[in-house]
Structures are given as structure tokens and as C-alpha cells.
């Protein structure tokens, strides 16, 4: 441990030399190392922290960095002899022949800065494992924040020309027109709502919203099921509120077609029981994986889903529900919670490139009317995160036709809207469906129907 504590931290003194010295030769080589994110910090000597900060400065106000330049920028701010006096950026670009390799030098930099990071990290975890007024897994988490921070500050921006984003655009308006296929995503089961939407498309953050018992669950249910066990796209259902074995009775129940008090009590019928043995056949193999933790935490629920794409090849993720998620930071007020919670589930969905599909409670106001995005709960956040909402509404029996035609409807059917509230690549609208209270499975009311 001394031998450890007593060795330098990891750095190249000729790369950091070798990067300013590029930097003052070529004023390009500015925007270059600012895409990728340099910070001053990155390097480990003072002086050539003082000096990249020089040069951000001039670069700030629209002026070119060179040797000169810089040595009056370090005067102004008192900070020469801090930055090893003139001569030493000076020979700076004595280093180097050109500027062509600085985008290897600034990355060499950056990962030395990465691991001296890592090494910090490591030392609080020290730290922090001996302090037993924490929590180990409050400890656990902490440390994954970091570990997490210290990735997504490390993320490298870029452009591209349109001409090739183009290119990759007509290929996949030509693939799309050969295969003759509507659905370019991952299909629901409901073809009305697919021929709206496509299907749920990568990146997308989708949002289910309703008021509580109306049937959100049922519904992420009857989709997940359809996409896992029929389409047989690997799919992961975050469980917050219900556990794994509820959860799997629910599944059992409607697609099996058994009623699911006759799960919960065991009444069942020999036919009852065939159906429920044919059907378990079928889910065994089924790429279909649920994760049950009640009381999860956003850092968590990131964690398993990294790990789930990776190691399970997941293409969608269904979270039930959004209301649920706790956050690391509880002081704060709740809608802020909401707000950093949905921006990260959003940030999740570019980042895995795959569908997140989050229920959402909607509040009081949306009881009886029609809901409107202005109903998601606790953060307007959210109907601005969303690449499409959808709401379950049941409209108000009132007038002596409502309830002619609910008499004419068997009890256990209920009638209910699926509403495309908010699409931003798509049309809005209202998509008619029926719940069957017995199975809690959902079915479009078509014209036959």
C-alpha cells in the first residue's frame, strides 16, 4: 500500500507538451480538442493547465492562440510564472513538426486524466466503507454515480455532413419501400395504433398515462407479451409495483384466456388447467425477462438496463411505473426529481438506441374528462421528454343511450380510448379498444366488431 500511495499519478509530460505545442501552431486544433471535451484539468502539470486555459480564453473571445498571444493572455491574468514563464511556452512548439496528430495527443491526455480520476475514486471509496453512518448500499450507489458521471463527462460530440446523414436516410427509405412492411419498429398488437406510429422506434422515450385502475399495466402487459412471446424480440419489464409471480399470473391469465380470480383462488377446470400448461410451454422459452425490485432507484434502474442490453441483447424496455422510481437526491422537491428522472429515461433510450416505455399516473383532473399532456403527474417535464404519449381514458356514463348501450356490452368488457395524445414524428389520435376485466387483456373494437 505505501509502494502504491507513493507512486505518480498517471501522466505523459510529452503529450501534454506535444498538445499545446499543436495548439499554438494551428488555431484549428481548437475546435478539435474542444469537441472532445478537454478540460483544463485533463492535464496534470499546473503549468499546462494554466496555459490550455489561456487558450480557451483567447478562443472565447474570437482570437487566435499562438505563442505571443497566449504569453499576454497569461500576463493579463497574472498567471506567467505559474504557467513556467515565457520561454517554457516558447518551446512548446519546438516539440512537434505539425499539428496533425493533436487529435491522439488530446486523447492520450484525456485517458492519463481518466485514470488519475479512477484513482480518486478508488481513494473514496476507501474512505466511505469505513464510515458506518452510511449505509453500504447507499455506499454501493455513490460510487456507481461516479463511475457513471465519469462516463458521461467523457462523451466525444460530432457532425456530420448532410450529404452522408443523407445517404443513410434514402437507405433506409429504400429498405423500408422494398420490404413493403408498414412497421418499421417494434409492433404493439394493436394495428391501428402501429399504422400510426410505425411501431415503437428506437431512441424513443413513450409514454403510457392513465389514472389508476384503468388498465396502463394490463396494457404494457398485453404489449410486452406480444413482442416477447409472439414476436420473439428480447424484452425486459422493470416491475415496481407488482411482483414478479402477480406479475406472471397476469400474463398467464391473459394469454391463456383463464380469469385471473380463478388463478388466485386455484378454482380451476381441467380445461382451465390444459390451457394454462399449453400456454406456459409457450412462455417458458420465451425472451422475456422481468426485474422485481420495489423501492428502485434511478441509478439502479440505468444499471439493469445497460446490463440487460448487453448481456441479453434487450430491444425494448417497459417500466411500470415512472411514479415509483426513487431518486438519489431526496431533498429535492418531487417535480424536480420527476424532471431529472424522465430527462434521464430519455437519455437512456438514445443512449441504448431501443424503445423505453414508462407508465405514468395522471392527476385527479383527468378523472372523468378527456386527459390532455397537461394531466402527466408531478412534472410538465415530462409531455416535453416524450416522444409519443398515449392515454387510456373510459368515458363517463351520463345520458339514457350510455346506458342502453352499456347494457348492450357484457360487464366484464369494458370500452376504452387509446389515445395518441403527442407524436413527434407522426399523426395524433384515438384508437378504439376493449378491456377484458377477466383476462385484463386489451382488444381493438374493429368495424366487424
Same mark, same amino acid.
Given at each position: 500500500? %505505501? ?43 499546473r ?18 492562440p ?11 491574468l ?8 515565457a ?8 516539440l ?6 493533436i ?8 485517458n492519463? *486524466?481518466?485514470?488519475?480520476a ?9 474512505v466511505?466503507?469505513?464510515?458506518e453512518?452510511?449505509?453500504s448500499r ?9 463511475? &457513471?458521471d ?6 466525444v ?5 448532410i ?12 429498405k423500408v419501400y ?16 402501429d399504422?400510426m406510429? %410505425?411501431?415503437f422506434q428506437?431512441?424513443? &422515450?413513450?409514454v403510457?398515462g ?5 388498465g ?8 410486452? %407479451?406480444?413482442?416477447?412471446?409472439h414476436?420473439? !424480440? $428480447? ?7 407488482m ?11 391473459s ?5 385471473g380470480?380463478k388463478l388466485?383462488?386455484?378454482?380451476l377446470? $381441467?380445461a382451465?388447467?390444459?390451457? !394454462? ?8 422459452? %420465451?425472451?422475456f425477462?422481468?426485474?422485481?425490485m $420495489?423501492n ?7 444499471s439493469q438496463?445497460?446490463?440487460l ?8 424496455? &417497459?417500466?411500470d411505473y ?7 437526491n ?10 431529472? !428522472?424522465s430527462? *434521464?429515461l430519455? *437519455?437512456l433510450?438514445?443512449?441504448?438506441d ?9 392527476n ?8 390532455t ?6 412534472s410538465?417535464s415530462?409531455e ?19 346506458q342502453?348501450?352499456e ?18 414524428n407522426? $399523426? ?22
Amino acid at each position: 500500500m %505505501a509502494q502504491a500511495r507513493d507512486r505518480t499519478p498517471p501522466h505523459d509530460d510529452e503529450v501534454e507538451r506535444a498538445t499545446l505545442g499543436s495548439l499554438l501552431q494551428d488555431a484549428e486544433a481548437v475546435d478539435a480538442v474542444i469537441q472532445q471535451h478537454l478540460r483544463p484539468d485533463d492535464f496534470y502539470a499546473r503549468a499546462n493547465q494554466r496555459i490550455f486555459e489561456a487558450v480557451l480564453s483567447l478562443d472565447e473571445r474570437g482570437l487566435r492562440p499562438d505563442i505571443q498571444t497566449v504569453i499576454q493572455e497569461l500576463k493579463q491574468l497574472g498567471k506567467l510564472d505559474e504557467a513556467g514563464g515565457a520561454a517554457y511556452v516558447s518551446s512548446l512548439t519546438t516539440l512537434i513538426p505539425s499539428s496533425a496528430n493533436i487529435d491522439y495527443y488530446a486523447q492520450s491526455v484525456q485517458n492519463f *486524466s481518466l485514470r488519475r480520476a479512477l484513482l480518486r475514486v478508488a481513494s473514496e471509496i476507501g474512505v466511505k466503507v469505513y464510515d458506518e453512518s452510511k449505509e453500504s448500499r447507499e455506499v454501493l450507489e455513490e460510487v456507481q454515480q461516479r463511475i &457513471f458521471d465519469l462516463s458521461d463527462n467523457r462523451q466525444v460530440f460530432s457532425f456530420r455532413k448532410i450529404g452522408e446523414v443523407l445517404q443513410e436516410t434514402i437507405d433506409k427509405i429504400d429498405k423500408v419501400y422494398k420490404s413493403k412492411k408498414p412497421i418499421t419498429g417494434i409492433p404493439t398488437s394493436f394495428e391501428r395504433l402501429d399504422q400510426m406510429t %410505425a411501431g415503437f422506434q428506437k431512441s424513443e &422515450f413513450v409514454v403510457i398515462g392513465a389514472r389508476p385502475s384503468v388498465g396502463k399495466t394490463a396494457l404494457a402487459l398485453n404489449m410486452a %407479451a406480444h413482442i416477447a412471446f409472439h414476436e420473439k !424480440i $428480447p424484452t425486459a419489464f422493470f416491475s415496481l409495483e407488482m411482483s414478479d409471480i402477480a406479475l406472471t399470473q397476469r400474463l398467464i391469465s391473459s394469454e391463456a384466456a383463464v380469469e385471473g380470480n380463478k388463478l388466485r383462488s386455484g378454482f380451476l377446470s $381441467p380445461a382451465d388447467f390444459k390451457k !394454462i400448461l399449453d400456454i406456459a410451454g409457450k412462455m417458458y422459452e %420465451a425472451p422475456f425477462y422481468i426485474v422485481d425490485m $420495489p423501492n428502485m432507484r434511478l441509478l439502479d434502474l440505468r444499471s439493469q438496463a445497460r446490463k440487460l442490453c448487453a448481456q441479453q441483447a434487450v430491444e425494448i424496455i &417497459f417500466v411500470d411505473y415512472l411514479g415509483l422510481i426513487g431518486h438519489e437526491n431526496g431533498s429535492l422537491p418531487r417535480y424536480e426529481q420527476i424532471s431529472e !428522472i424522465s430527462r *434521464s429515461l430519455k *437519455s437512456l433510450a438514445r443512449e441504448l438506441d431501443i424503445p423505453v416505455v414508462v407508465l405514468c399516473q395522471l392527476n385527479r383532473d383527468a378523472q372523468w374528462e378527456i386527459p390532455t399532456l397537461a394531466n402527466l403527474r408531478d412534472s410538465g417535464s415530462i409531455e416535453q421528454d416524450a416522444d409519443l404519449v398515449l392515454f387510456l381514458h373510459r368515458e363517463q356514463k351520463k345520458g339514457k343511450k350510455d346506458q342502453e348501450d352499456e347494457e348492450k356490452t357484457p360487464s366484464d368488457v369494458i370500452l376504452t380510448d387509446l389515445i395518441v395524445a403527442k407524436q413527434r414524428n407522426g $399523426p395524433v389520435g384515438t384508437v378504439k379498444l376493449e378491456l377484458q376485466s377477466k383476462f385484463a387483456k386489451f382488444f381493438p373494437i374493429t368495424k366487424d366488431h
